[in-house]
């Protein structure tokens, strides 16, 4: 059995046992569950240390997603680090073609060049690789899934699956179920994006621009172009010949891609904003034939992972900081747009972490395993 390590005791590097299966399936659940009779996976993932990799691991407990054997994965800078799961501690590793040998799923949440090597050799070891970057979500031959939108698409993988922006995944969640029941013609939206999208570098950031202000000082830039403490800046990722950033491009193609509709109009404004988790997303949607807030709240109601916030008599609308650390994607504000016939304003929050990255991740294994799929 490779890599899973749990130390016992105080902890120290001499005490360090490797578990075979049974035993950790034993320790990382309670008894009573019934593990033994549940097919249980080998697990790698690769970005272990990073805001995603670290949510990715909590919510593997939480969900008891059945782990047979977990590596962790990241820089040498990371190696040695001890993460906490279950009632141990795993050590983490470097990150090498090797450490993937034998994994039957591999998480990855690093960067792009790395999404592109460990995809392609996960693929060639029989692995399935679920991908948190954007290096494979245009590929043809990479499913793009949100499993309350487009669970069928896991079918037709090939040891490659892509998760959706962070961005993205609300505004889908939100859009798809309308759009079954009334085509949407046209999506404007504007994002309000925290900085833990940029990872804990630009979580630092924040904080030490935030203190340094209080105190009548000053923290410079070095995650972002400028300061992004009490500022909002109209640029998430790079910027395009277009006139657009990458990030505003991806809304678009991922939105298609995920609602198989490739000519769907949408355009959108990427914003990052000095909140610590959770973005949000005002969206103005223009459909085929009227519809009423009504008719949107009663359909969204009932949209699986998705909840309605919206009673603006007491103030209660969708916020980041309500929505950060949760699973659903928050929607409210929801009003027919008066400038314009057949659409919806509305606005969403959801925690980018979680269903924007990790959650979704475990989601797609959990739409697999119960597919036979692997
Ligand atoms: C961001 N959407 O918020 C990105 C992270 N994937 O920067």
């Not at 699973?327 to 304003?345: C, L, T, Y």
Request: proline fraction near 6%; aromatic fraction near 6%.
């Amino acid at each position: 059995m490779a890599g899973l390590q749990r130390f016992s005791g105080d902890g120290s590097r001499s005490r360090i046992m490797t578990l075979t299966a049974p035993v950790v399936a034993s320790i990382l659940y309670p008894i009573g569950v019934v593990m033994s009779q549940q097919k249980q996976f080998n697990i790698a993932v690769i970005g272990a240390t990073g805001v995603v990799g670290r949510e990715f691991l909590k919510i593997a407990e939480e969900r008891r997603f059945p782990v047979k054997s977990l590596r962790l994965l990241a820089t040498e800078r990371s190696a040695g680090k001890r993460i906490p799961f279950g009632e141990g501690e795993i050590t983490v590793e470097v990150t090498t073609h090797d450490a993937i040998k034998g994994a039957d799923f591999v998480f990855i949440s690093a960067t792009g060049a790395i999404s592109k090597e460990y995809g392609e050799v996960s693929r060639d070891v029989g692995a399935i690789a679920i991908d948190d970057s954007s290096a494979w979500r245009q590929e043809a031959d990479v499913p793009l899934v949100i499993p309350e939108v487009n669970p069928d698409d896991v079918m037709w993988h090939k040891n490659i699956l892509a998760i959706p922006n962070c961005s993205t995944t609300p505004l889908v969640m939100c859009a798809w179920p309308l759009h079954k029941q009334n085509r949407i013609t046209r999506i404007i939206a504007d994002t309000y994006q925290s900085v833990s999208g940029t990872g804990s570098a630009a979580v630092a950031e924040l904080e030490a621009q935030s203190r340094a202000w209080a105190k009548g000082e000053k923290s410079p830039a070095s995650v972002y172009p400028q300061e992004i403490a009490f500022n909002v800046l109209p640029h998430v990722d790079t910027f395009l010949d277009s006139g657009y950033t990458k990030e505003e491009w991806k809304m678009t193609a991922e939105t298609r891609k995920i609602m198989h509709e490739p000519d769907l109009p949408l355009s959108a404004t990427c914003v990052r904003v000095p909140v610590f988790f959770a973005h949000s997303v005002s969206a103005h949607i223009e459909f085929e034939k009227p519809i009423k807030a009504a008719d949107v709240r009663a359909i969204l109601k009932d949209a699986p992972g998705v909840i309605v916030q919206d009673d603006p008599a007491t103030n209660s609308y969708p916020t980041p900081l309500a929505s950060a650390h949760k699973d659903a994607v928050f929607v409210g504000r929801i009003r027919e747009d008066s400038s314009k016939a057949n659409s919806i304003a509305m606005w969403i929050s959801t925690d980018n972490i979680r269903k924007g990255a990790a959650l979704n991740a475990i989601q797609i294994a959990e739409e697999m395993v119960k597919r036979g799929l692997v």
